[in-house]
Every structure is written in C-alpha cells, then in structure tokens.
Nanobody, 120 residues
C-alpha cells in the first residue's frame, strides 16, 4: 500500500558529490520522520541522517558537514545531498519513513536501496 523508491546512486570519485532522492507513494495520510540509512558489505545498517516533519535534522558524526538531508512535503520526498564523498561512504543507501496510512496504522517503511560507490 505504501512504497518508497530511491534514486540517484552511482559511482563517484572521492571528493565528488551525489544527490539521493526517495519518493513515497500509496495510501499515505501523513509522514512523520524520514531518514536515510546505509549498509556497507559485512556491516550493520546505520543511521545516516533523519529529518522530522517540522524540518529538524540530525546526522551521524561521520557525515556531519558533508551531507544534507531535506524533504519536500508536497511531493512526499526526502533527499540526501552528499558532498566530499569518501571511500568509506560506499554502501547501499536506504530511505526510511514513518508513515500513517488511511487505514489508521503508522509504520516504518523502507525503500529497496540504492548503491553508492566512492572509488578512484
């Protein structure tokens, strides 16, 4: 009933930039917190950044000053601007959203993931 679709991943050189986008669709009544997570091979999934419905943001220490999370409530999207990318940023990036649907249920939804590879 609710789907999140990420886009914008790819291969980039160290120091480069990428912009990820995630669009939510389906039976959406409201969206609360939206977030980006990432998971590198052999590692646990970690929170990268999140943004509340009011626009408050929080970042992992490893990406502070380099990444910026934003959202467009009119389009039900969340974005992640990634600058000064490092090889250690290489991971599959997943968007996450806390969504209340028209059935009256609030759940966390996940996108399918988009690969980000930082390599020279």
């Amino acid at each position: 009933q609710v789907q999140l679709v990420e886009s914008g991943g790819g291969l980039v050189q160290p120091g480069g930039s990428l912009r990820l986008s995630c669009a939510a669709s389906g039976s959406i009544f409201s969206i609360d917190t939206m977030a980006w997570y990432r998971q590198a091979p052999g590692k646990e999934r970690e929170l990268v950044a999140h943004i509340t419905s009011g626009g408050s943001t929080n970042y992992a220490d490893s990406v502070k000053g380099r990444f910026t999370i934003s959202r467009d409530n009119a389009k039900d999207t969340v974005n992640l601007q990634m600058n000064s990318l490092k090889p250690e940023d290489t991971a599959v990036y997943y968007c996450n959203a806390d969504i209340r649907d028209y059935g009256g249920y609030q759940n966390a939804y996940w996108g399918q993931g988009t690969q980000v590879t930082v390599s020279s």
